[in-house]
């Protein structure tokens, strides 16, 4: 749809559910199109089709995280959206991602007219996933109906849809320390060849015992966590507080 024609559109609110309204990487221009000519569009590059606020008094906390995957800042509105987007920066089948991707119209029987979701996730496999995040104990009837028609949208051109809600706190635990060793500038070839190479040899050992045996603790923790967020070394991220005595071992490999 071309600009004026979508100007008209939205004028009248004639407009068909799933027309989305976006911003490409290098456009600052939002454009219209409908999810069945435009789906192909990488929208893990996008713009966000709003602006984050900040103001005195805000109930919510927005703010930018430097993703990894992405090698720039992804905005989010929220701690539990900023939560999300540590695990999704630190899942390995995550390609790239982009935060509030495009405006989706919704069928008039809805409560709202359009919604803008969250996330629009690409996977490795070339696959897309649009995520909402919302905790499960603010989730109204009304937000039900809203993501479940989005879902019933982004299924009709294959995409998959998620709504997210808050994260198990040990594994939250765990992604706040290991994401503080995310940069590339924590990894240090020599290091990092020592610390595969024994767990190769030796196979599943703490943390304590690893860096010990491959040189000065000072210097090889840091490349041993960075190689945790990586998953090149692998650790339990879900049920165990992360500590000294933690087993590692190569992701290939079982403990």
């Known amino acids: 749809m071309g600009h004026a024609a979508a100007a008209e559109a939205y004028a009248g609110r004639d407009i068909a559910p799933g027309t989305l309204t976006y911003r490409e990487q290098f456009s600052s221009a939002p454009r219209t199109g409908h999810l069945a ?7 893990e ?16 906390f927005a ?14 509105e929220s701690w539990c959206e900023r939560d999300n987007l540590m ?22 029987s809805l409560p709202q007219s359009s919604h803008v979701p969250d996330y629009f996730i690409r996977l490795a ?18 937000d039900q109906e809203i993501f479940q028609a989005t879902e019933d949208l982004c299924a009709t051109v294959g995409w998959a849809y998620r709504r997210l809600g808050g994260l198990p706190p040990v594994l939250l635990a ?9 940069h590339p500038r924590f990894f240090r070839a020599s290091a990092a060849a020592k610390l595969l190479d024994r767990l190769a040899v030796d196979g599943p050992m703490s943390i304590r015992s690893l860096a010990i045996a491959t040189g000065d603790p000072v210097t090889t ?14 650790t339990d991220v879900r049920r165990r507080v992360l500590h000294y005595d933690t087993v590692v071992w190569l992701n290939s490999e079982a403990p």
Request: glycine letters at 6%; a positive charge.
């Open 63 to 76: 703010g930018l995280w430097w993703c990894a995957t992405n090698q720039r800042h992804v905005g989010f």
């Open 125 to 142: 496999d070339g696959s897309a996933v649009v995520i909402d995040v919302r905790p499960d104990s603010r989730v109204t009837p009304a």
């Open 37 to 43: 000519e435009c789906w192909m569009i990488p929208f």
């Open 45 to 60: 590059n996008s713009l966000p089709i709003r602006r984050l606020t900040a103001f005195k008094g805000q109930r919510n």
């Open 174 to 182: 765990k992604l706040q320390w290991l994401s503080g060793y995310r």
């Open 87 to 108: 695990l999704l920066d630190f899942d390995p089948d995550v390609a790239g991602f982009s935060s509030q991707p495009f405006r989706i119209d919704l069928p008039a």
């Open 221 to 234: 923790l840091a490349p041993l966590f960075h190689l945790l967020w990586k998953q090149q070394i692998s």
